[in-house]
Nanobody
Framework: QVQLVESGGGLVQAGGSLRLTCAAS????????MGWYRQAPGKQRELVAW???????NYADSVKGRFTISRDNAKNTAYLQMNSLKPENTAVYYC???????????????WGQGTQVTVSS
């Protein structure tokens, strides 16, 4: 079992910035790909950004050039730097991670509890 805890959400004015953090903890594991998803009221959860273990990134078209995903493997942590925030970016942001367990050579995929990001106009 791996637990993912997101932090860094909050209220920010349009044009402002926030940095989200996703920290993974639990049994002995190796981090695989990590990603950020978001879900706005009345909308389906959607991919925001994804980063592989080889640091290959992928972004939703709507956030390219404004958001940056990164990771610190030593800390089992992923980040989402969000700049030039827009009101339409308001959503609950969720971390997702794939992990490899050294104990039994298995893989697992987990979601965090989410962190609220609210962008005012």
């Amino acid at each position: 079992q791996v637990q993912l805890v997101e932090s860094g959400g909050g209220l920010v004015q349009a044009g402002g910035s926030l940095r989200l953090t996703c920290a993974a903890s639990g049994s002995t594991f190796s981090m695989k790909a990590m990603g950020w998803y978001r879900q706005a009221p009345g909308k389906q959860r959607e991919l925001v950004a994804w980063i592989t273990s080889a640091d290959i990134t992928n972004y939703a078209d709507s956030v390219k050039g404004r958001f940056t995903i990164s990771r610190d493997n030593a800390k089992n942590t992923a980040y989402l730097q969000m700049n030039s925030l827009k009101p339409e970016n308001t959503a609950v942001y969720y971390c997702n991670a794939g992990v490899y367990y050294y104990s039994d050579y298995s893989t697992g995929y987990y979601w965090g509890q989410g962190t609220q990001v609210t962008v005012s106009s």
